[in-house]
């Protein structure tokens, strides 16, 4: 497995990789990985000739305050968990050479990008979709794969290539967790013995509103109420927000009444975490 640092390097081993007729998938992260990013890369090494897994805490999705600077990173132990996984490639880059004292382009995107994570991260997607975009055209995968527990982001993404044109096939995983239920996520590193302890209302308030619409319940109202009541019952926590939303569009709905996806976002302490499940409703 090789570790790079240039746009250059990444684009001639690609290069050298498709006039051997070889297939490339690709695993966009911001490192300090865990096994939910091992899941993405072991499905694409099952998919494909070649993976690609990028390591890059990328600046312009962060807004003021938030934790850019204090990012988890360790680069060495994301190479080695690489190479055990079978990746064929890291690209990690510094800031400098994805975005020079020049840069000025971006891609913007509507709709999808105003609701649920939008709400409190604003400029958040626009950094997502300029990022995605740049590595995809750096890498030029045939398949890239994403986490469904940034469920907001995977469909931004999808809509993205969809709209573009972009000639790459989509690929989304499932939520992998701890023992416990806590979604994996590297920003759980923050957490101190009892937040981590008390995040875990998030997937047991979860499990309550996927226990409601289950058993009947189609107001989202109702079970928006349930999920958020679960959650204040735990001292650390602090809601963002519980949404039900259009699982295509991202639009709040009132009714269950097409798949929809169950969001969350909430503050432990000071660490915002996410989680979600989606539904639809089985045609009889």
């Known amino acids: 497995m090789k570790l790079v640092k240039t746009i250059k390097e990444v684009r001639e081993e690609v290069k050298q990789w498709k006039r051997e007729g070889k ?19 072991d499905k694409s090494v099952s998919q494909n000739d070649r993976t690609v897994v ?7 999705q962060f807004g003021p305050g938030e934790d850019l600077e204090s990012y988890p990173r360790d680069i060495e132990h994301d190479a080695k968990l690489c190479e055990e996984h079978g990746a064929a490639l890291v690209f990690n880059p510094e800031p400098e050479e994805m975005y020079d004292e020049m840069f000025c382009t971006y891609v913007e995107m509507s709709g999808l ?9 604003p400029t958040h997607f626009r950094g997502v979709c300029t990022v995605v975009s740049k590595l995809f055209n750096i890498v030029t995968p045939d398949r890239a794969y994403f986490g469904e527990k940034d469920a907001q982001q995977l469909a931004v993404i999808r809509r ?18 701890e023992e416990d239920g806590l979604a994996k996520s590297s920003r759980n590193t923050y957490l101190n013995e009892k937040e981590r302890a008390a995040a875990t209302v998030l997937s047991r308030s979860l499990r309550i509103g996927k ?19 679960e959650v204040e019952r735990e001292p650390l926590a602090k809601v963002d927000y519980v949404k039900i939303v259009d699982a295509e569009t991202m639009k709040p709905v009132k009714k269950i009444d097409r798949p929809v996806l169950v969001a969350e976002a909430v503050y432990i302490g000071k660490t915002r975490l996410i989680d979600n499940f989606s539904f639809t409703e089985e045609k009889q």
């Open 54 to 60: 990028s390591v890059f805490v990328n600046p312009t």
């Open 23 to 41: 297939t490339i998938g690709f695993v966009p992260t911001m490192g300090y990985l865990h096994d939910g990013h091992m899941s993405l890369v």
């Open 113 to 121: 990008t105003e609701e649920l994570c939008a709400k409190t991260r």
């Open 160 to 177: 993205m290539v969809k709209d573009l044109s972009m000639d790459i096939e989509i690929v989304g995983c499932p939520i992998v967790r």
């Open 211 to 229: 226990r409601l619409v289950e058993c009947g319940e189609r107001s989202c109202g109702a079970v928006e109420a349930a999920i958020r009541a």
